[in-house]
């Protein structure tokens, strides 16, 4: 390997920075993606539950499609 004949010259250590930097990147989208993820899912059951519940002529009657909904 290049840096145990040279040691730490400027091009590799811009390669550890760079693959610092990418690894670093990384971590952070993927920490967006699985929020932004979790974030649509928790939308998506207030959607149903909203749905489930509109329109319900009584408690008894939004209670049983609201439980309809959430086992889905």
Known sequence: PEI??????TEAIEGLVSLAGLAAFGTLVGAATT???REVARYEALVAVRRAVAGAASLDAALGRLRAALAR
């Open 4 to 9: 145990e004949r040279a040691g730490l010259t």
């Open 35 to 37: 929020r932004a993820r």
